[in-house]
């Protein structure tokens, strides 16, 4: 059986060709989605990518959460449409409140790429299944804005049921609260992560291929549903 | 309001204008009023002056620069697709890809706004890149500052790389390695280079050209706002109008949204076929664009300038011409292509607009309000503007520098002098960790990105479909130039041309980029015409032409001009990516290897930098057979020695300190006997590599190296956690890498 995965392109997404090249190389037939899109073309899940959607003008996520194929992801994602954004992704997902809390400014305001050291700390995911619960990983970031914030009732809820998805290790390079690198919803199939799995795919043009995972985990998940 | 149409000026030829406040000398006036036979109008003054300025006419440099052109070396002639004078150059890679490739210097906006200023530069040469037709895949930059530790420098440095980081990462583009500075020199006077490089089908090349009467001339992009025009406010002041005089911020605002947006606009428009020319609108904005089309084409153009989208409705017409308002383009369209190029403008929320039309005549005219304000000869604006043959004087200080040698400075001689010569040259500024600037890039955006800084060259893959790859490589020296312009600018072609060997590649091509003072200094024009002779025989010598750059003069504070700083960027080709070479020391137990031949440099050398504030004596020798021959030994080697890594500043000691700290392993090193320890470890001899090679490979590295006539010498081993240099000193690497990372930290703050 083929599954197939859509990445949406919004004006200013960077990392979209990335993602469908990760998708094609876990074995998932990759779908360009045009964020004018009426449609979803029948994809099976779909990835939010990095990138400056709209230039991150006004907020970022702020403008591309009201293009016209964000009301399908949404209603989608209800469903149970499973659906990962990465980095700008991420940020799209908080502003759709399809995820909680908020994306800020760097604590010391710097754009920041690094090989960045996480660990897996939900395994049970439409987009973790593939990792061993607290497997390490290096896998690259790169943002300006990555910097997670939510109330103290959120965050500890995010904790009892387990839906912090990944944490840096050895700190958290841009001050995210509890070192959180990415979240998941309730029902496990919306994550947002700010790092890029899809930029760790091989080790030929990443600093490792481990966040090839992301990608299988998906393919594995839509098998199995 | 009187407008000041070419009617009007015809009938009014005693109006004085304002022509040496917009940089026009007087001779330079009378040949405009020559050409056309009357005074300018306010809007032709306008379009002469930016035109005519040293910018964007190298009026200075022009004579100089033909010999790029016409020293073309026989063996690049089959790869040069497209030389000097379009917006790049362009060179065929095989397999049907062309690359082209182009450094250009945004220094004297960095200074006045730093973060715009960069920015701008990065998003100017991206668009040269575009509008040869190709997709921009990588950008590197080439930096330089006054001492690290200076004021001015903290102000300027942190907005430079801000700005730089902010338009290419926005524009999702891999930022993969350059160079960063720190020279007294520099201090007022930064320096601020940028490259592009970008990838086409070898069919798919676009050029600035306006053929065809009865083609359309679109405007698309930004809309047209008063940025870049601080110029064009003396003009508006001596039309009295009843607006009075208007002020102008004279540095551009970039918006790398849009010009994302545009190139991914401008690719499906190339991609359908659907241009007969295009120009980037940069410098001189509209003036340089419709000149330079109309020029390179039929010869007429017709604008009707009322047509131009405006950001502010109260724009004059002279300051439409000037403005230097970002993120646009200029096309020339066929009348039945019109409807799919607006389509897919349409599609991107492009705004766009038909301006004009390519005509049969021979004049660009201009019309504003109905009322004729341009009718130029479009080559007398563009292309046949003044040219200068500036007089020369040798420098009257250099036989006194010439004299002022290094080997009468104090040096060290025992192990823990050399290894305290170590630790400062490694926390030195211009040899420190660079990681504090370079985090603030995207290496990995695009996702074929092979090395990036801190390596010797960057390198991407062309695209999926193919394993060939694509090395480059950004390199200057301000102070080998000021001792000898000359030898100097040959010294940053071959460092640059090593740093593509190494990598594993064979350098292809170069570009450069020319910073210098004033040209009408003649000691720097001097400094000019000697650094461009040693580019021009080096490249000969090493069989690569030049395929494009630019010229930066009166950099400059007061009367002291800039160390003469040549920066030349190397192309290089890879057959197989997979092959490329880090320099970082991969594994344990390999043995390391000097390739070249190590003599006694110190003239212009890191260490009298460093340890004595000294800038005297002569540069390193330059040998381009050695070069050749070491270079093909690097080539040759992929998939026998595991890693390389170029000597220059600091020497071996620097370049084994940096290998040891990519690597994350220390080595066991002993220096040859016969020669003095100082020497072997500092000093910056050229033509020299140094390998890691596994011990069973040991024997194919020596027949590559005595096939090419490349002196061999062992070193010792990599492997543990310090760096032994036998007999002299011993220091863990732990020790060498905090050294090596604090010091942008504690000069310019934490990063995250």
Redesign the interface.
Known sequence: MTVSVGVVTFPGSLDDRDALRAIAAAGAEPISLWHKDPSLHGVDAVVLPGGFSYGDYLRCGAIARFSPVMDLIIAGAREGLPVLGICNGFQVLCEAHLLPGALMRNARLHFTCLDQALSIENAETAWTNGYAQGSRVVIPIKNGEGRFVASQATLDELEAEGRVVARYLGGAPNGSMRDIAGITNERGNVVGLMPHPEHAIDPLTGPSSDGMTFFTSIVKALIAA | MTIDSVSNAASTPDVVLPFAALGLKDDEFARIVEILGRRPTLCELAMYSVMWSEHCSYKSSKRHLRQFAERIPVQAKDILLVGMGENAGVVDVGEGFAVTFKAESHNHPSYVEPYQGAATGVGGIVRDILTMGARPVAVMDSLRFGPASAPDTLRVLPGVV?GI??YG????LPNIGGEIVFDPSYLGNPLVNALAVGVMRTDGIKLATAPGPGNKVVLFGARTGGDGIGGASVLASATFEAEGQRKRPSVQVG????E??LIECCLEIFAADLVAGIQDLGAAGLSCATSELASAGTGGMRIVLDTVPLRDPTLAPEEILMSESQERMCAVVEPSKIAAFMEICTK??VTATVIGEVTDGDRLDIYWRDELVVSVPPRTVAHEGPVYDRPLSRPADLDALHADDPVLLPRPRSGPELLSTLLALVVSPNLADKSWV?????????????LAMPDDAGMI?VD?STTLGLALALDGNGRYTRLDPYFGAQLALCEAYRNVAASGAVPLAITDCLNFGSPEDPEVMWQFTEAIRGIADGCVALGIPVTGGNVSFYNQTGSTPINPTPVIGVLGVISD??LRRSIAFPVDGEQIFLLGITREEFGGSEWAHVAHGHLGGHPPLVDFDAEIALASVLHEAVGVVSAAHDLSDGGLAQALVESCLRGGRGAQIALPADVEPFVALFSESSARAIVSVAADRVGRLASLAAAHGVPLLALGTTGGSTLDVEGQFTVAIEELAAAASGTFHSLF????
């Open positions: 801000a980081g902010g990462n926005c524009l999702g918006d790398p949204f849009a994302k947006v991107w929320d370079t985090d603030q890039y995207d290496r990995y955006v695009m996702g074929n990105t092979t893959r999926d990516v997979q703050g934490e990063r995250g």
